[in-house]
């Protein structure tokens, strides 16, 4: 995994979303259950390490294969457009940063209208109120359209320092930190940082010195994933509380004990000790939900299968199923899930995916910058195995980030 991370980062490619995540979800925390005693045996972690081996390499390969049957791209990579300036690209793409921020400021009054609409609760309650209360409960239609404005607007922030706009940039990043503290939504950094570290590496040459500020920046954001599930249940959430002593020292327990959001390779393990002598594979269920995207769950019922994230989590959870939730056991415990040890050839499908993503934005000149939002935050769902959502981040968000391309290019066209 990690040397999957080095070559899609030397090679610009978009696939180094996925491996980071894999990497950060399954990859690290399965170290510790390698070098101390883990309530796991050694059957089921033989099994699922040599179907994660399966996966990554049918991954890898579908990968090339498309990138290689498909044409070579005519125009410069992506990352060169950093060193230029002037020019009605970049002109557009000025045009595009000013419309990703007004669409994250958008993200942000309607998430915060959405909670106000659904509790009563205003901007400055938010914080203190339970964060299940906010982020799940009675959620209306300007949750799901807010989500949208503020994943493809969290762009603004790579965009910035890609035109070197470090004010818009920091507003960008503050926006961002505000709405994951708020509503106790972790994944709201991802749109926004994960796009701004992709820059800050394919810039130029990795050396040792942009290494290191590389590896303490995804150091503070898993530390920040972490200090905000804790503050989910000590509270209140707040942007000073990610630097609290208590919630600090928590927070570190979590990562040490491998436990926390590193957990969900636990559910992995799980599946596979118990399928199918006492659970029977899931059938493609989330595949064909995931072929279903476009039609809204509330108009298919009967039709639509239920997520099958939900069903595992009355599995995994018995005693709380009644109350809800949804389990992912990240992307390999989904695929083992759904198909069984045949689950692996799910990865022909997810690295042609990126082999076509790969060319598709590599085509796109300044446009690929925009669209580094909802490609990572589809990866790094699609890491965590929640397969449906990454999708939905992946279309949705990508077709008003394109809109936004478009009207930034209308602005340019001379009037006749």
Partial sequence: MGLAVFQGLKRRRVDSFFWVGVF????LPMMFDLFRTSEVSNETLLKAQLFVLGFNLAFLLSNLLVLGALPRPRIAHPGTVIATSGGSHSSTL???LNWLLFA???GLFLLLTDVYVSTGLGPLEVSSAGWHQVAF???TYLHTIGVIFSVSGGAAAAVAVVRKHWLMSSLSVVISLLLTVMLGLRFFLIPTLAPLLFVFAVRCTIGMGRFVI???????ITYAVFAVQVMRWQGPRSLFALLDASTAEMAVQQVLSAEGEFGNRNGFYFLVENMPERLSFGAGQTYVRLLLLPLPTGWM?????EDYTQILYGYYYPDESSAGGTLHPVV????YANFGPLGVLTAVLWGGVYGMLDRVLRRAGDKFWIMLAPVATFSLFLARGAIYSAAAHLVYPGILSAGIWFLARIR???VS
């Fill in 24 to 27: 950060l979800a399954f990859g």
């Fill in 94 to 96: 000025d045009i595009a």
């Fill in 104 to 106: 994250q400021i958008v």
């Fill in 137 to 139: 409960e009675n959620r």
């Fill in 214 to 220: 590389l590896s303490l920046s995804t150091v503070f």
């Fill in 301 to 305: 019922a009967g039709i639509k299968p």
């Fill in 332 to 335: 390999y415990g989904d695929s």
């Fill in 412 to 414: 340019l066209r001379p």
